[in-house]
T-cell receptor, first 115, second 114 residues
Framework: GAGVSQSPSNKVTEKGKDVELRCDPI?????LYWYRQSLGQGLEFLIY????????KSGLPSDRFSAERTGGSVSTLTIQRTQQEDSAVYLC?????????????FGDGTRLSIL | AQSVTQLDSHVSVSEGTPVLLRCNYS??????LFWYVQHPNKGLQLLLK??????LVKGINGFEAEFKKSETSFHLTKPSAHMSDAAEYFC????????????FGAGTQVVVTP
């Protein structure tokens, strides 16, 4: 079946511009997660959605970062006034439910480069 | 708090020889543990998971891992490496008393030589 889909796969933008990254989870998966992967920082958790609400957004690095999820499906991560340190791969994952032992299924990510 | 430590940042093996990737965990409770693999420009793919059932867990592509509570270890092994096993591998623990938040290790880069 279809896995987690992310778009665009690559994004190059100028410093100061806003960007939107999209994640389409596996059909029926109620939980959705955003991560950031950069050299030297490993995998960083950003935000977790259960349905359309975000019980844990503790990983968002600044108020320039926001995310929403509508219809319990597609999610958008928005970065405003991008900075060079935002350059990274942004990964999205989904799972059918939450709780310990529940594996997450990852998309291929969006590679974001800020010039 | 739960955490995992991957003991090797890089591992180089010859094709056809065994692979061993070492992971130690820290947890006050019986943890849920995972191994994921990431090939270049791809997302993370689940190799296997441990959730307090059998201590020897078999995964995809011939990988297996053994949970050893006395050693707080969850090492990943494969009897015979294939060129396609060249990738980065992450040991992951699920944080107890949370919604299932995952704590990732720093990763081990595996190089397979012909």
């Amino acid at each position: 079946g279809a896995g987690v889909s992310q778009s665009p796969s690559n994004k190059v933008t100028e410093k100061g511009k806003d960007v939107e990254l999209r994640c389409d989870p596996i059909s029926g998966h109620t939980a959705l997660y955003w991560y950031r992967q950069s050299l030297g920082q490993g995998l960083e958790f950003l935000i977790y959605f259960q349905g359309n609400s975000a019980p844990d957004k503790s990983g968002l690095p600044s108020d320039r970062f926001s995310a929403e999820r509508t219809g319990g499906s597609v999610s958008t991560l928005t970065i405003q006034r991008t900075q060079q340190e935002d350059s990274a791969v942004y990964l999205c994952a989904s799972s059918s439910r939450t709780g310990g032992g529940q594996p997450q299924h990852f998309g291929d990510g969006t590679r974001l480069s800020i010039l | 708090a739960q955490s995992v430590t991957q003991l090797d940042s890089h591992v180089s093996v010859s094709e056809g020889t065994p692979v061993l990737l070492r992971c130690n965990y820290s947890s006050s409770y019986s943890p849920s543990l995972f191994w994921y693999v990431q090939h270049p420009n791809k997302g993370l793919q689940l190799l296997l998971k441990y959730t307090s059932a059998a201590t020897l867990v078999k995964g995809i592509n011939g990988f297996e891992a053994e949970f050893k509570k006395s050693e707080t270890s969850f090492h990943l092994t494969k009897p015979s490496a294939h060129m396609s096993d060249a990738a980065e591998y992450f040991c992951v623990v699920s944080v107890t008393d949370s919604w299932g938040k995952l704590q990732f290790g720093a990763g081990t880069q595996v190089v397979v030589t012909p």
